[in-house]
């Protein structure tokens, strides 16, 4: 069985500030990792994703992840934030398998100006 | 957007009244899925599909009935709501080339 869990279920950074939103896994197989973004009222848009290689990964609208065997994290992050970036983020894994997604509890980014 | 639309994209029943989704892809991806969204809970999986006719059970499925009679069109039912079951309901499909889900716009169901 997997599971997500994401820390914190509400970030408030200030506009140019790092945005890190923390996400931990478990699962046990190598597994594939998710982040999906949502803005109000929309549904899920995928923002980057690891499935083998390179542990750092870049995404799309300035975001990148890490993803950490040792620690079974995979934490995003942005260098600079935008008042654009306020939304819900949403951690997720797969066992490699294609029996659905596992998701984290959301986190809720607010961007303060 | 992946091709995906979801009808109706809201709805209100009443307790104990049959209620039908439908996803409707365009892109003949083989994978379908449906979870629903409450807040606190993230995204959860209902139920999948693996093909026509070839469905499965995810985590929350109890309530819940799907049918797949064509590559398209995946249909979830409930078949006698309960109020337990408002919620935001997605449709996803996975694109298996590149290992990813792609979800629809939602369904958002209230049942009084």
């Known amino acids: 069985a997997q599971s997500v869990t994401q820390l914190g279920s509400h970030v408030s950074v200030s506009e140019g500030a790092l945005v890190l939103l923390r996400c931990n896994y478990s699962s046990s197989v190598p597994p594939y990792l998710f982040w999906y973004v949502q803005y109000p009222n929309q549904g899920l848009q995928l923002l980057l994703k690891?499935?083998?290689?390179?542990?750092l990964v870049k995404g799309i609208n300035g975001f990148e992840a890490e993803f950490k065997k040792s620690e079974t994290s995979f934490h995003l992050t942005k260098p600079s934030a935008h008042m654009s970036d306020a939304a819900e983020y949403f951690c997720a894994v797969s066992d490699r398998g294609a029996d659905g997604l596992t998701f984290g509890k959301g986190t809720h980014l607010i961007i303060q100006p | 957007d992946a091709g995906i639309t979801q009808s109706p994209r809201h709805k209100v029943t009443e307790t104990g009244t049959p209620v039908t989704l439908r996803c409707h892809q365009t892109?003949?991806?083989?994978?379908m899925y449906w979870y629903r969204q409450d807040p606190g809970h993230g995204l959860r999986l209902i139920h999948y599909?693996?093909?026509?006719?070839?469905?499965d059970k995810g985590e929350v499925s109890d309530g819940y009935s799907v049918s797949r009679s064509k590559t398209e069109d995946f249909l979830l039912t409930l078949e006698s709501a309960t109020s337990s079951q408002t919620s935001v309901y997605f449709c996803?499909?996975?694109?298996?080339?590149?290992?990813?889900?792609?979800f629809g716009p939602g369904t958002r169901l209230t049942v009084l």
């Open positions: 892109e003949n991806h083989r994978y």
């Open positions: 996803a499909i996975r694109q298996e080339t590149h290992n990813e889900q792609f």
């Open positions: 690891y499935t083998t290689g390179a542990t």
């Open positions: 599909s693996y093909g026509v006719k070839d469905t």
